[in-house]
């Protein structure tokens, strides 16, 4: 079974950039579907992108034009750009393969 695993998280200021990593420990990312999902303090988690066979990709209002979704099959990984930044970008990002999830990595974007 694919377990996703996280990295790339941290604290930058707004209008900066940062590139998650979603690692596919235990399989191969080319066979899956990915989404990226986020939660900030206090909020429901929601839909932040996806990239489907067949569909290609897809992102929420909030992040489009800023976040871009890629999958490198030969690093078995898929990222997550993010540019222009906002304080609300801040919250724990989760990569999900196959309906598992990863156990987050903490962006913090400050003002």
């Known amino acids: 079974q694919v377990q996703p695993v996280e990295s790339g998280g941290g604290l930058v200021q707004a209008g900066g950039s940062l590139r998650l990593s979603c690692a596919a420990s235990?399989?191969?990312?080319?066979?899956?579907?990915i989404y990226w999902h986020r939660q900030a303090p206090g909020k429901q988690r929601e839909f932040v992108a996806y990239l489907v066979s067949g569909r290609g990709t897809n992102y929420a209002d909030s992040v489009k034009g800023r976040f871009t979704i890629s999958r490198d099959n030969g690093k078995n990984t898929v990222y997550l750009q993010m540019n222009s930044l906002k304080p609300e970008d801040t919250a724990v990002y989760y990569c999900?393969?196959?309906?598992?999830w990863g156990q987050g990595t903490q962006v913090t974007v400050s003002s």
């Open positions: 999900e393969m196959d309906n598992v």
């Open positions: 235990g399989s191969i990312v080319s066979f899956y579907d």
